[in-house]
């Protein structure tokens, strides 16, 4: 089981309100990402980050923005929520792929929280 | 477009019984494939991973295997327990990107009846 938390768990708000979703890793992983999840549809990347104060934007679009001030840290916010943004939110993390070169398979191993789901009424 | 597509999206066996979920995909460059399971409202967790050198691995009761030329891979779940019903996402990680983008399956959601 991998030491990667996110909080709430569960989160019902209303519309116009802003939100942080919490991710933390006590793995010392420098990666770490965010995804989207809809029942029955696949993962899609939407935040990731190299390191403290890299942030990049993934491949699904997204009004969300995400911070790296600490490496074990990387909290997602919401400024104004609206009903389409009700989903799930998993965070990941994994270890540079400069320090885990040539081990076959480690490459890029993300290790999931268990996810926030996320209602907007 | 890289893409992975599973199949069956869904299915249901007895307790005990064997099953096979397909996962093809079209990522190139290939790095790796994974077979995650994801209980309802958690966060996938890895089952096994494959290189493009290996062609078959085995966690306990689930066993995977690996055709890097046809692109195909499977997970055979044997004696299924009622723990295993969960959603089973293939991923295939691309060799083209310091990132080692995840592209993810849409899952098999696997029911397991007593």
């Known amino acids: 089981e991998a030491d990667i938390y996110q909080t709430p768990r569960y989160l019902v708000i209303g519309t116009g309100k802003k939100i942080t979703l919490e991710c933390s890793q006590t793995m010392g992983h420098d990666k770490m990402y965010w995804y989207q999840q809809d029942p029955g549809m696949e993962l899609h990347l939407i935040h990731y980050s190299y390191g403290v104060n890299s942030t990049e934007k993934g491949d699904l679009s997204s009004e969300s923005t995400v911070s790296r001030i600490r490496t074990e840290h990387f909290p997602l916010t919401l400024e104004s929520a609206?009903?389409?943004?009700?989903s799930q939110y998993l965070c990941a993390s994994s270890e540079s792929h400069q320090r885990v070169k040539g081990v076959s398979g480690r490459e890029y191993e993300q290790y999931f929280g268990p996810g926030t789901r996320l209602t907007v009424t | 477009k890289n893409q992975v597509e599973q199949?069956?999206?869904s299915l249901i066996i007895l307790e005990g019984k064997n099953c096979t979920l397909q996962c093809n995909y079209t990522v190139s460059p290939f790095s790796?494939?994974?077979?995650?399971k994801q209980d309802t409202g958690r966060g996938p967790v890895s089952l096994t991973i494959m290189t493009f050198s290996e062609n078959t691995k085995s966690n306990g009761r689930y066993t995977a295997t690996l055709d890097a030329?046809?692109?195909q891979s499977s997970l055979h779940i044997t004696a299924s327990q009622l723990s295993d019903s969960a959603s089973?996402?293939?991923?295939?990680?691309?060799r083209g990107s310091t990132l080692g983008r995840l592209y993810f399956g849409r899952g098999t959601q696997l029911t397991v009846w007593p």
């Open chain 2, 69 to 71: 030329d046809t692109k």
């Open chain 2, 88 to 94: 089973y996402i293939c991923v295939v990680s691309d």
């Open chain 2, 32 to 36: 790796n494939l994974r077979w995650y």
């Open chain 1, 82 to 86: 609206r009903p389409s943004h009700t």
């Open chain 2, 7 to 9: 199949s069956p999206q």
